[in-house]
């Protein structure tokens, strides 16, 4: 069966007792053991329950990798990976990775609990310059936030390789759908599901994928023993998610591509930065690597930081928020929301000036959001303060 076939089947096999087509929530934190001796299937929640494996098998699925565990946020999908390295492992990690994963791993560091390098994964000679004895792995996230830089995964996993390092590929930006990283080499896949997988706004999750049965032997000891596996409720929220990810991500995506050439047309805008416009600095490998191209668009302003300001509190479907990947589309300020946590200097460094402006386009009319933002973006024109 074919991947659209197999999600929409999702969890169908869960409930051996009366055969539901929905998969039953097993809310219990608890199992009955028959006797002392024999172990149930399931005894306790935070190690195993019915429906959090039933969402594990379908994310495995997804990716083609051995195993996965699902976990209670992207974060605690963060943390599982981190927990399999000892304190003296050295890990590379995209310069421009999502924030919380930079502050964890620079906390970590700072308490001696691994060291970490931040170094430009867009520059195969620099990942190569800054592997040293104790490194242990290359941290990748690509399409990077905000500016949708792009990895050459193939590249970096030959790195990687010749080196005996593990790749990690975040790959929340894009799905399992639109980019496959165990293709490319990757060893780990970490998600945050709060985003397109499940698609909805209304869970925080996130999930591990691992190439190898050992290594989801690992993941699925160290997300149990630091305590970061998903709740029953969210796992089956997720399910339902999951289902419709095929059809939600070609419409985020065809909005995504109309949003960002009618950003590209506009007067008020400087810059587009979209992997699927031609003049998109990575878009060849992203045509390489990827099946799609997403539904984030980011652009910078001719104006000022202020502008921006007006352009944001102009949007009626666009709602200004952070997160990205609901149905719903989103605009905000990466310099003053999702990457207000970042150091000035590191926001430079980045290219995350007040005037750029981050879209997460959603499932909505397309015409409905290209007048939208026609509309706010007159605000840029007419000086008008809202
Ligand atoms: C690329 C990426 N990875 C990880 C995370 C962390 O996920 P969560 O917020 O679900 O903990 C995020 C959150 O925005 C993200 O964008």
Not at 164 to 187: H, K, M, W
Request: charged residues 25%; proline residues 4%.
């Amino acid at each position: 069966m074919k991947l659209q076939t197999r999600l929409a089947l999702a969890g169908q096999e869960t409930d051996g007792t009366y055969r539901s087509v929905v998969p039953p929530i097993y809310q219990s934190a608890i199992f009955k053991f028959e006797n002392p001796d024999t172990k149930p299937d399931y005894d306790y929640s935070r190690s195993g329950n019915p429906g959090r494996n039933a969402l594990e098998e379908v994310l495995a699925d997804l990716e083609g990798g051995a195993g996965a565990v699902a976990t209670s946020s992207g974060m605690s999908a963060v943390t599982t990976v981190l927990g399999l390295y000892d304190a003296d492992a050295h890990i590379l990690c995209s310069h421009d990775c999502y924030g919380g994963t930079e502050r964890l791993l620079t906390v970590w560091a700072r308490q001696g609990r691994l060291k970490v390098s931040f170094v430009d994964l867009t520059d195969v000679r620099a990942v190569e310059a800054a592997i040293r004895p104790g490194t242990k792995a290359i941290w990748a996230e690509t399409p990077s936030n905000p500016l949708l830089r792009i990895i050459d995964l193939a590249a970096v996993s030959t790195v990687a390789k010749r080196h005996g390092l593990e790749l990690i590929v975040d790959n929340t930006f894009l799905s399992p759908l639109f980019q496959r990283p165990f293709e490319f080499g990757a060893d780990l896949i970490v998600h945050s599901t709060t985003k397109y997988l499940n698609g909805h706004s209304d869970i925080v999750g996130g999930a591990v994928v691992a190439r190898t049965e050992e290594r989801a032997a690992d993941i699925r000891f160290t997300s149990n023993a630091l305590g970061l596996t998903a709740a029953p409720f969210d796992s089956w929220l997720l399910v339902r998610g999951l289902k419709t990810l095929p059809l939600r991500l070609r419409q985020h995506e065809e909005n995504a591509f109309a949003v960002a050439r009618f950003l590209a047309e506009h007067d008020a805008v400087d810059k587009v930065f979209y992997p699927g416009l031609e003049t998109h600095v990575g878009h060849d490998i992203a045509r390489r690597q990827q099946s799609g191209f997403g539904g984030i668009v980011s652009f910078r302003l001719k104006g000022t930081g202020a502008d921006a300001r007006r352009v944001l509190g102009a949007t009626r479907v666009f709602a200004l928020a952070e997160s990205l990947g609901g149905v719903e589309s989103l605009i905000e300020q990466p310099a003053t929301m999702s990457h207000a946590s970042m150091r000035p200097e590191q926001r430079a460094e980045a290219g995350i000036t007040e005037q750029i402006i981050r879209l997460s386009v959603g499932i909505e009319d397309t015409s409905d959001l290209l007048a939208d933002l026609e509309l706010a973006l007159s605000r840029v024109e007419t000086g008008v303060l809202v």
